[in-house]
């Protein structure tokens, strides 16, 4: 099994004197010494593939390590756990559950508390994310984060809380499982994904992501294709709604490049034919928006980033967020989950 060291909180410390906060100054090797129970669990290989906080990190850098897991899968590793910063930990496991095509478990996992202070859950974390790496039963489920002893899946996680080590949370549909004793429980599953890119070109382009507010315009919108966007994606209130006065804004704008509908909210699934009005969800998709279904717009920004590195154009991109949505849990008796 292969841990891959990226930075952030767990891997965060201070030089003894010195003043200021802590910054990721250790290894991966570093990381895993201070968890001795790791032996017990598998053989490892340490790779310290970055040593940055997680705001740093970019597409390109997950391109990258995709690369680099799919090369140990292809190798016979049977799994890998990755640790990194949490600020970005949803985004970023979320572009590896895109980019990673394997059945072989991908484990994301980080810290709360940094290793200097009370308590820091970083070991903890690091362990129960390589039990559940080596687990059978996390075989097919895309890639998972583990930390607080939950198991969730990338495509729907989120971070809620600042400082709290419970703060990923799955809103929509709640973690998939457990860590008893060591032992890793599945509740229910997956399907695997469908509609996530093929070849991704290592330069993204660059795409927005609004969120809609009281009163909003449309000045940021009429500016996104003149200083370089490719692609936009707006976050509508509740159902996924906007103000009537932005609306001719968006229809234009989704003519030329792709424009993703999602929901501020964070939770639940973008309605697609309850309201009526100008600005409601069933307005603005028939004027050419794409649905982010269960998606939230975090999570749209990477799949529609990775969609253009691709080469989709636009109606590649709306295929492909129909395809994603149709497979991302089981919906309309379309299977079950047992």
């Known amino acids: 099994m292969t841990i891959f060291s990226l930075g952030g909180t767990i891997a965060s410390t201070n030089t003894v004197g010195a003043v200021g906060g802590v910054t990721p ?9 201070a968890v001795p ?9 340490t790779v310290a593939f970055r040593q940055i906080a997680s705001s740093d990190l970019g597409l390109p850098d997950l391109i990258a390590l995709a690369a680099e897991i799919i090369k140990r899968f292809n190798a016979g590793v049977t799994g890998v756990v990755v640790t990194q910063g949490t600020d970005t930990l949803e ?3 979320f572009a590896l559950d895109l980019l990673v095509r394997a059945s072989q478990p991908v484990v994301v996992t980080g810290a709360m508390r940094n290793p200097t202070v009370a308590g820091p859950d970083g070991p903890a974390n690091l362990l129960a994310a ?3 790496a080596v687990a059978p039963q996390a075989t097919g489920l895309g890639t998972l984060v583990v930390l607080n002893d939950e198991i969730h899946a990338a495509r729907f996680v989120r971070k809620t809380h600042t400082s709290s080590p419970g703060t990923f949370r799955s809103p929509t549909v709640g973690p998939l499982g457990w860590i008893a004793e060591g032992r890793p429980r599945i509740a229910f599953r997956l ?4 509609g996530a890119p093929f070849s991704v070109n290592e330069e993204v382009p660059a795409i927005a992501l609004l969120k809609s507010a009281l009163g909003d315009d449309s000045r940021l919108i009429k500016q996104l294709e003149a200083i370089g966007y ?30 993703v509908l999602a929901s501020r909210t964070g939770s639940g699934e973008l309605l697609r034919e309850t309201y009526g009005f100008s600005g409601s969800e069933r307005d603005l998709l028939s004027r050419g928006l794409i649905s982010s279904g269960v998606l939230d717009g975090l999570k749209s920004r990477i799949l529609l980033s990775l969609l253009l590195a691709a080469g989709s154009d636009l109606e590649g991109a709306r295929r492909a967020f129909e395809e994603f949505n149709a497979s991302a849990c089981f919906i309309d008796g379309g299977g079950t989950n047992s």
């Open 25 to 33: 100054q250790l290894g991966a090797s570093e990381i895993v010494r």
């Open 91 to 93: 985004e970023t496991s």
């Open 130 to 132: 390589t039990q559940v």
């Open 37 to 45: 129970q790791l032996q017990e669990v598998a053989e490892l290989e």
């Open 191 to 194: 399907p695997p994904l469908k």
């Open 230 to 259: 490719a692609g936009l994606v707006i976050e509508g209130f509740g159902g996924g709604h906007v103000p009537s006065r932005v609306v001719p804004a968006l229809e234009d704008l989704a003519t030329r490049m792709p424009v």
